[in-house]
């Protein structure tokens, strides 16, 4: 049975305590849960990339939850270096995973790989330019790093400022962008709530990850 398509939830525990991206990638929270994305029929991918996607959290609603897609352009030499992490594929074949937050009704969790980011087509995409192969690579070690580092403790909110002072998945999105130095956002904006209200980077602890051939950092 499929799950209910609740407003940015999160079908995987949250990370606590994890030191190194090894013991993460083995943590449920940094994979797709059994019977879910393994079972689905790959979707269409848009090349090797990091992307800034969105899907519609409702179909009868106009608001979106924001995304990041990670489809390293040095495929095998990260399938080498994080099996447990690039492990689904695309139509083409191409490994990939997606961060994203959800909720637990409480708080504001991260997740790789949760059921409708790898099930549904975005409603938009757009991908992050880079100089080189190399410079992606180290685009990617600080996500995943920064992903290591999030704590798990911040409050939810639908819509942060107008239901609550916590924080949703484009809080998260936002921040996340932020604290790795990446260009981003969304448009138009009022499709997006939280978009504006960042999680603070001091929440994402920053930790070491490691890259193809690189070591952490």
């Not at 079908?11 to 013991?23: E, F, K, M, N, Y």
């Not at 943590?27 to 393994?38: E, K, L």
């Not at 999030?150 to 604290?179: D, I, M, Q």
Request: aromatic share 10%; charged share 20%; with cysteine.
């Amino acid at each position: 049975m499929k799950p209910p398509a609740l407003f940015c939830a999160c079908l995987a525990a949250p990370v606590l305590g994890c030191l190194a991206l090894g013991a993460l990638a083995a943590h449920s929270a940094f994979q797709a849960d059994p019977g879910t994305a393994d079972a689905l029929a790959p979707l269409p991918g848009s090349g090797t990339g990091i992307f800034l996607q969105s899907h519609r959290v409702n179909p009868w609603l106009p608001f979106e939850h924001s995304l990041l897609r990670i489809c390293p352009s040095r495929q095998e030499e990260w399938m080498r270096a994080q099996p447990r992490l690039f492990r689904l594929k695309d139509a083409q074949g191409l490994a990939f995973l997606t961060l994203a937050a959800g909720t637990d009704e409480k708080r504001l969790i991260f997740a790789v790989d949760r059921y409708w980011d790898v099930a549904k087509r975005p409603s938009a995409s757009r991908r992050l330019k880079f100089e080189s192969a190399d410079e992606e690579d180290r685009a990617i070690q600080k996500l995943l790093s920064l992903c290591l580092g999030y704590r798990h403790g911040l409050a939810f909110a639908k819509w942060p400022g107008v239901t609550g002072e916590g924080y949703n998945c484009n809080s998260f999105f936002s921040g996340l962008l932020s604290a790795a130095a990446l260009p981003g956002g969304m448009s138009p904006l009022w499709r997006y709530p939280g978009l504006r209200h960042p999680v603070p980077p001091r929440e994402f602890s920053f930790s070491t990850a490691s890259a193809p051939g690189r070591g952490a950092l």
